[in-house]
């Protein structure tokens, strides 16, 4: 089965940007979304289609994905944005959906 | 506005069954699948199948092929999955999601616009 890794954390000061990695082979050749989920919450859709924002999503959020990398970027990060993240894809081969294992956001 | 509400937190004994409901509003309930992921205690997201609302149609990840029913009451714009076999790794919350699903370049993509709140099913003798 199709397998995505991402990072189990990353660490990023208030202002500066973060980049969230999810790799997976031959990922570029899949749509890939990505989820922001805070405690005790649902997770909400922040890119669809590699790299389009929802209407809700901040501009301040944006992805890219090739080869074997998508890539989550986040610029100007606030404390609002401390929070778990996942990609997901849809693996034709299995015929299933695929989420990364996630990677928790820490704004020091 | 589209509005996905779960039903309540569950406690089950092992080897037992859950039955879990998503009442939809805002939208055409048989216009788009629905989807159920489960979140277990301090893990990530895990993909259990979608149905299709407007046949009753059903898809289940290999994971869950067996004890996974997904059904729906298009009457009442509601859809549920129904777990058997309980143990305590199904301790978890469940989420019904609707799926955004089209084709692009031949290929299938889904993702996920909407969530339901979560239902919390403990598993505990």
């Known amino acids: 089965s199709y397998v995505l890794t991402q990072p189990p954390s990353v660490s990023v000061a208030p202002g500066k940007t973060a980049r969230i990695i999810c790799g997976g082979n031959n990922i570029g050749s899949k749509s890939v979304n990505w989820y922001q989920q805070k405690p005790g919450q649902a997770p909400v859709l922040v890119i669809c289609y590699d790299s389009e924002r929802p209407s809700w999503s901040p501009e301040r959020f944006s992805g890219s994905n090739s080869g074997n990398t998508a890539t989550l970027t986040i610029t100007r990060v606030e404390a609002g944005d401390e929070a778990g993240y996942y990609c997901?894809?849809?693996?034709?081969?299995?015929?299933?959906?695929?989420f990364g294992g996630g990677t928790q956001l820490t704004v020091l | 506005q589209v509005q996905l509400v779960q039903s309540g937190a569950e406690v089950k004994k092992p080897g037992t069954s859950v039955k879990v409901s998503c009442k939809t509003s805002?939208?055409?309930?048989?216009?788009?699948?629905m989807h159920w992921v489960r979140q277990a205690p301090g893990q990530g997201l895990e993909w259990m199948g979608w149905i299709n609302p407007s046949d009753g149609g059903a898809h289940y990840a290999q994971n869950f092929q067996g004890r996974v029913t997904m059904t729906r009451d298009t009457s009442i714009s509601t859809a549920y999955m129904e777990l058997s076999s309980l143990t305590s790794d199904d301790t978890a919350v469940y989420y019904c999601?609707?799926?955004?699903?089209?084709?692009?370049?031949?290929?299938?993509?889904?993702?996920?616009?909407?969530w339901g709140q979560g239902s919390l099913v403990a598993v505990s003798s």
């Open positions: 805002g939208y055409t309930f048989t216009a788009y699948y």
């Open positions: 999601a609707r799926g955004y699903m089209t084709m692009v370049r031949g290929g299938l993509i889904i993702f996920f616009e909407y």
């Open positions: 997901q894809v849809w693996d034709s081969s299995s015929d299933h959906v695929v």
